[in-house]
């Protein structure tokens, strides 16, 4: 062993084993990269494989909802044959429809017959209670009248409703949104690409907003198989009609062109919309006191009324009593008195 330490020490000895480590360590500087391979690649092939499951589950989801082309229902063959799309074109209704959840021809064919139904549905229905049960003595003229005001009424019923529909999914969409840019910018800071944080949102807020996770799903298809992803954002904020949610698709869309981050974009919406949507409570508790003004003056005041003055009334009512019945006590007692 002493024989061996001592040979160890030796200044050749030490020479040729630093010679050595000198030799390997230079052989992997040189090719521990070839084997290795190629990080980047190995990247760009795993977002571009996600990228195309997320592309094959979006169209299955698509076509699982029923989004096709043609309508080959009933009122769609009715529509069609009649060519009521052409008849009572409106410019608004595709937009106003995708705002308020209705997708594909579907939904239009059936808009369209309603639009063409109401007016006589209207129309018989007024004319069968102003003739048939009451006609509020109203002359033959206000008769007619309240019959073509019926028929008005049911050709823009459908616009109303489609209208109403969309205000509500909108305001669902809006209690929610800035939770899911909060979810979003956590996604893109930990690195995720925005079809990724869009898909994973979409995922985590479905049980709060139903609606907004099926629009986060709709933009990940589109950002999928569309030619520019700037459209995608586009068409999310056509589809949502909101301001709040233009101004996210287009810093969305200026981070996509110009390259600028997207976590400085994101952070900066959702404080935004964060501030939006507390002034909207702000407002709604602010105009609390006028819209209680009636229902107060309805149903409190004649029941405070009636607890404050119940009393009241109840004791003056006994004391008539005892002042009625007391001269005739009196008068009654008096003889006795006498005698």
Do not use: W
């Amino acid at each position: 062993m002493y024989d061996f330490l001592v040979s160890f020490t030796k200044p050749q000895t030490l020479a040729a084993y630093l010679v050595a480590a000198a030799v390997f360590g230079t052989f992997m500087t040189i090719f521990l990269p070839y084997l290795q391979g190629n990080k980047l690649e190995t990247r760009l092939k795993a977002v571009a494989s996600q990228r195309e499951k997320l592309r094959k589950q979006s169209r299955a989801a698509l076509e699982k909802k029923g989004l096709r082309r043609k309508d080959d229902s009933v009122v769609g063959s009715i529509s069609s044959k009649l060519n009521l799309a052409q008849a009572l074109e409106d410019p608004n209704v595709v937009k106003l429809m995708n705002q308020a959840g209705l997708r594909g021809p579907g939904p239009i064919s059936a808009f369209y017959f309603a639009r063409m139904a109401m007016p006589f549905a209207g129309a018989g229905l007024m004319f069968f209670y102003i003739f048939f049960v009451n006609d509020h003595g109203l002359s033959q003229f206000m008769k007619y009248g309240s019959v073509i005001f019926g028929a008005a009424a049911g050709f823009y019923a459908p616009n109303l409703y489609i209208s109403n529909l969309a205000q509500k999914r909108q305001k669902s969409l809006m209690r929610a949104f800035p939770d899911a840019l909060d979810m979003l910018l956590i996604c893109v800071e930990a690195g995720m690409s925005i079809e990724m944080g869009f898909n994973k949102v979409s995922q985590e807020i479905g049980s709060a907003s139903p609606e907004l996770a099926e629009e986060f799903g709709i933009t990940v298809a589109e950002l999928s198989y569309l030619p520019d992803r700037r459209l995608a954002y586009e068409n999310l904020a056509l589809r949502t009609g909101h301001e709040g949610v233009k101004a996210v698709c287009m810093a969305l869309g200026q981070a996509e062109r110009y390259g600028t981050p997207l976590g400085d974009a994101l952070r900066m919406m959702a404080k935004e919309n964060r501030e939006m949507r507390m002034s909207e409570a702000e407002k709604k508790a602010a105009s609390l006191p006028a819209k209680l003004t009636v229902p107060m003056i309805l149903f409190f005041l004649p029941v405070l009324f009636l607890v404050v003055l119940g009393p009241a009334y109840i004791q003056y009512q006994a004391m008539q009593k005892e002042n009625e019945v007391a001269p005739e006590i009196a008068q009654a007692e008096r003889p006795a008195d006498i005698g």
